[in-house]
């Protein structure tokens, strides 16, 4: 028996009552499938007019340079920002135990 092939799963009969619940239930799953796929829509479509209406909102010579993509990747070394205020310290305890890890030879892989 091949685990990629198809299988034989025998007569599959259905009674109505299984065929009717099952058809309600993939009407449900389509229904929920299409709201969730109109909320991305509404979603992507308002991002797009905001930001037609952030570049309109730039001078004239601004505004040719605002339309082009910009492919450039983000640096690797850039600074995550938090909502709360450094804790005293902790970077170095971070180093101190990553340190502490690759002495003692566990190392993630």
């Known amino acids: 028996m091949s685990a990629t092939g ?17 058809a309600a239930r993939s009407k449900e ?3 929920r499938k299409m709201a969730q796929h109109r909320e991305w829509q509404r979603d992507l479509t308002t991002k797009i007019k905001l930001k037609e209406a952030a570049i309109a909102a730039l001078p004239e010579e601004l505004r ?15 600074q995550m920002w938090t909502l709360t205020p450094p ?6 305890q971070q180093q101190i135990a990553t340190a502490a890890t690759f002495a003692k030879g566990n190392r993630r892989r």
């Open 6 to 22: 198809a299988q034989d799963i025998g007569d599959l009969t259905l009674s109505e009552e299984q065929q009717a619940e099952a």
């Open 29 to 31: 799953y389509s229904r």
């Open 64 to 78: 040719a340079a605002a339309r082009q993509p910009d492919y450039e990747p983000f640096p690797a070394s850039r």
């Open 87 to 92: 804790i005293p310290g902790f970077q170095e």
